[in-house]
């Protein structure tokens, strides 16, 4: 009773300030924690589309049909939508969201000597694509020198999902760097970091991963199939035996992953390609 701008209603006329963390991409207000001092876009006869729409009505509690069908009639009261007065005097202030913890990398990359870039905090997909993504972006920083110069940091944020098929152990960013791995092979003086900013990753104790040209190969050489791997979404054993996992320990802070591309120095003509970037 206190969800989708609820709270609001009930706490009007009372001066509300809602002070927020977000753990969702984009920040929709709506949608953090359900959103209990906001309007609610939403409605029944929306919730009984979607129902529809995926062929689940059959599969609702018919407690939980009746009451979204008396809601479309009317005769239930829908949550407060934006010109509702109980919100005249709510406020609300995002203190931290994905976006907060991007630019502070960037920043941070920027003090160590990085040329730094903030590429989105919008990323989102299926962990192993963005993870054969940004290993292409990796490729190119590394090769070209574009979209920023080397020494580079290019920082993403934002929250992959994974799509399991297997009964193996990981999670969605050590997915992210397993799906990079095969793409990065062989290349030089170049990292690709993702990991969550709350510390846990799945149900596993490590918050993300790391990846560089050299991961498959040691893989490999420990008699790991890193196709076989990430086909059964058992990233963690593998990332774990070649020492690529990342452990912090709970931040008791979500606002969703991070990822990093680091790329070292440029290489000189017939020298060597500069300092290794997992220092």
Known sequence: RIKGGQLARAASPARLVTLVISDIVGSPLDAIA?????????????ALAILAKYRLTDQVPPAVLATLRRGAAGEEPETPKPDDPAFARSHVTVLADNATAARAAVAEAGRLGFHALLLSTYIEGEAREVGRTLAGI??????????????????????????????GRGGRNQEVALGAARPMAGLPGTLLVSFATDGTDGPTDAAGAVADGTTLARARARGFDPARHLAENDAYPLLDAVGDLIR???????????????????????GPTGPDTRA
Do not use: K, Q
Request: aromatic share 2%; proline share 11%.
């Open 34 to 46: 359900s959103g209990p001092t906001v309007p609610d876009p939403t409605t029944f006869v929306d």
């Open 138 to 167: 990796a490729r190119e920083a590394a090769t070209t020198g574009h979209p920023v110069a080397r020494p580079a940091c290019i920082v993403a944020g934002g929250e992959t999902t994974v799509t399991v098929t297997g009964n």
């Open 248 to 270: 912090i320990g709970p931040t008791n802070t979500n606002v969703n992953d991070l990822m990093l591309i680091l790329c070292g120095e440029a290489p000189r003509a017939g």
